[in-house]
């Protein structure tokens, strides 16, 4: 029979071997987590037996793989992911130097007109007068009397659209903030194929010229491609016949 101090001793070492196996207070430190993982190993084969749709759960984590893991015709499809968004129109580059020589000459419409020509013969002329009066009157309250310097406040103004700002931002600030697409910039961009899919309005042409055209020739397409249209590719019966791309040219090669 053992005194109450030798159970006392017995009673302090079981709590001793119970710390040191469950890692709490005045366990001895592990080495690396040398012991730590078998133990989890065998607490998660434990768990596994409990709840068998964990273990086949767990194992068919293990069988995932990230994308750029995949083998064989996984790794094509992903190479051809980044392929298309690198798309870029056929000749595009060959086309561009063509209509830069066509146009070197400068001598088209809006090379020369003065800014009492470049008006909108087609809007109403009341409207016309509307827009002038309230947005002057808005440029003084707002702006005394400049002009803004970001697309979305120039859009804010009645009568101007993104065209019209993107132009106002090169011209007047020095800033290329987009392509600037008119009725010639879009009716030659389908017409080039310079959009990935056949666009409906120049807005939407913008965004798809932006989607590829490197940025340094933002500034330089819209003047450009309004000469070309003025003078060659004309938007009813174009001069084919003495455009340097017609061998290029989707559209003059379409029946």
């Not at 042409?205 to 003047?223: F, M, Q, S, V």
Request: net charge positive.
């Amino acid at each position: 029979m053992c005194s109450p101090r030798d159970s006392g001793l017995s009673m302090a070492a079981v709590r001793m071997m119970t710390r040191s196996r469950s890692g709490g207070p005045g366990a001895a430190p592990r080495r690396g987590g040398e012991e730590a993982a078998p133990l989890q190993r065998r607490e998660a084969a434990a768990e596994g037996k409990k709840n068998p749709s964990l273990a086949k759960h767990q194992r068919k984590t293990q069988k995932l793989k990230v994308a750029y893991e995949a083998p064989g015709h996984e790794k094509g499809e992903s190479h051809k992911a980044l392929e298309a968004l690198g798309w870029e129109p056929q000749d595009w580059r060959q086309q561009l130097e063509n209509i830069r020589t066509m146009r070197s000459g400068k001598d088209a419409p809006v090379d020369w007109l003065g800014v009492e020509h470049c008006h909108d013969p087609s809007a109403p002329p009341k409207s016309k007068v509307k827009y002038i009066k309230q947005t002057s009157a808005i440029l003084q309250q707002r702006y005394g009397g400049d002009i803004p310097a970001s697309v979305a406040e120039l859009v804010a103004l009645p009568g101007v659209g993104p065209k019209m700002a993107h132009l106002a931002m090169a011209v007047a600030w020095g800033t290329v903030s987009g392509i600037a697409v008119d009725t010639h910039v879009h009716r030659i961009a389908n017409r080039l194929r310079w959009t990935r899919t056949t666009t409906t309005s120049p807005e939407k042409t913008r965004a798809a010229l932006e989607e590829w055209l490197p940025r340094e020739l933002w500034g330089e397409i819209n003047g450009l491609l309004v000469g070309f249209g003025q003078q060659t590719c004309l938007p009813v019966r174009p001069r084919c016949g003495a455009c340097l791309n017609r061998s290029l040219c989707p559209a003059a090669q379409s029946p």
